[in-house]
Nanobody
Framework: QVQLVESGGGLVQPGGSLRLSCTAS????????MGWYRQAPGKQRELVAT???????KFADSVKDRFTISRDNAKNTVYLDMNSLKPEDTAVYYC????????????WGQGTQVTVSS
């Protein structure tokens, strides 16, 4: 059974920082492309950042130079470090594990709320 468990969301003031974590179980973590997506109220879910099994990263233009994605294969965990947060970063953040490159499944976490407000 595959599980992705996110943590680290919360309320932060504009300009602040947060670190999100996502720990996976039931998958061969190291081969999966891991990603973070977000969905704000009334909007579609959008890509925030991804990191491939080889460590190649990709970011949405809106978060480049502010967010960092990293992974620790020994801990089956992917992180999203968010700096200089803006109110428009407010959303539910979802962890994603994409194994399609190796004909494996695609999985989502339950989401964690990030609210940026003064």
């Amino acid at each position: 059974q595959v599980q992705l468990v996110e943590s680290g969301g919360g309320l932060v003031q504009p300009g602040g920082s947060l670190r999100l974590s996502c720990t996976a179980s039931g998958v061969i973590f190291s081969i999966y492309t891991m990603g973070w997506y977000r969905q704000a109220p009334g909007k579609q879910r959008e890509l925030v950042a991804t990191t491939t099994s080889g460590g190649t990263t990709k970011f949405a233009d809106s978060v480049k130079d502010r967010f960092t994605i990293s992974r620790d294969n020994a801990k089956n965990t992917v992180y999203l470090d968010m700096n200089s947060l803006k109110p428009e970063d407010t959303a539910v953040y979802y962890c994603n594990a994409d194994g399609s490159m190796y004909l494996k499944g695609n999985y989502w976490g339950q989401g964690t709320q990030v609210t940026v407000s003064s």
